[in-house]
């Protein structure tokens, strides 16, 4: 076949080869088929504009459309600005409706009840709230969740919005889309996790390196799954620098020792800068709590797996982070070997940073007392 065959980031075409569909696949479909609102909650490069993708491909084109909306790109937006640029994302694909303007919540309620009376069941109308984690830190957010809990819940008075369902697609739990806790809360539509590959669906994978002309033995597939544990990115990522070195140095079969060599070279070492390792430090270093509690989970703490953030919201966090999920046992363990090498070393270093910071700061505040005991009886920490 021409072209590449594996692709480390971005989305893999609905109809490639390697593109390996999950439960969460089927789980997805089926509630938007039932015209559900639907949460797909997922860690970030586990492949989820991939099944957004697909899930818009294997949507009968004559009874659904779909509308893709990336909040992404809104954040930031004032209140007024946001709103109109949501209608404008939604107006520009919902035709024959026009492009609305819009500037608070209840415009969006108003504009879709007209939209949906407009088209008249002609056919249902699913928008793809993409990357909803970003209306995190928009003060109005409450707003609009509320806007949308409210036009599922008059899905009875109001029969043409049963043909128009929500699919939001982030890393948060849908329980705090809606933060104000005097709210009522988002407690509409149907959960589904998007998790990593089984063994027997990474074999699937993996299984296209013959396509790439490199023959593999068992031991390489069972080798790959080892390091990546299904992880989908690292997963095209090993195979993809596996492709890279058929092409560069005549690779032809692949064996153990060459996948761990491909692994250093690819991921492990530091010079390699891959993407999805520098998200997850970069998630971590804006989260120094969840980052200490990582740490206790490295040094093999038995915590249960508790992934919804009722009783443990670190834990939480990290479960979204993409860096940890429930162990064999029940307990919590970092999802994959490469994450085990990379990621304890720099939570150890990030911790040792802020030991020698705090002791830099002891000594500062120590000498401070120093100067004040020669002007007065030192009364300890009161003394500043």
Known sequence: MSGRVFQAGGAIPPDSPT????????????????MEYVHIVVARQMGKTCLLYRLASRLPPDQYQPVWVDLAGMAGLEMPRWYEAVGEEIGRRLTPVSIPHLSDQKDLQDYLLSAMQAVAGAHNVVIIL??????????????????LRTLYN????????????????????????????????????EEVRLEEFTAEETRRLTDNLSLAAIETDEATHERIYWWTSGQPYLTQRVCATLEDWRGLRGLRQATPELLDQAVEE???RPAANDSNIAHVKARLELAPGARAYLQRIFAGQMIPFEPNGAVNGRLAELHLIGVVKEGPEGNTVVRNRIYEKTVSDYV???????????????????????????ERPCTGWKCL
């Open 19 to 34: 593109y390996v569909e999950r439960q969460a696949d089927g789980l997805a479909l089926l509630r938007v088929q039932q």
């Open 348 to 374: 150890r270093l990030a911790s040792e940073v802020e030991k020698a910071s705090l002791r830099t700061r002891w000594k500062s505040t120590v000498g401070i007392c120093a100067i004040w005991r020669s």
């Open 130 to 147: 993409d990357e909803i984690d970003s209306t995190r830190g928009l003060h109005f957010s409450d707003g609009f969740f509320s806007a």
């Open 154 to 189: 008059r899905r009875v008075e109001e029969p043409c919005l049963r043909h128009l369902a929500f699919v939001m697609v982030g890393a948060t739990d849908p329980r705090r889309l809606i933060k104000d806790p005097n709210l009522s809360p988002f407690n509409v539509g």
């Open 266 to 268: 690819a991921i492990l």
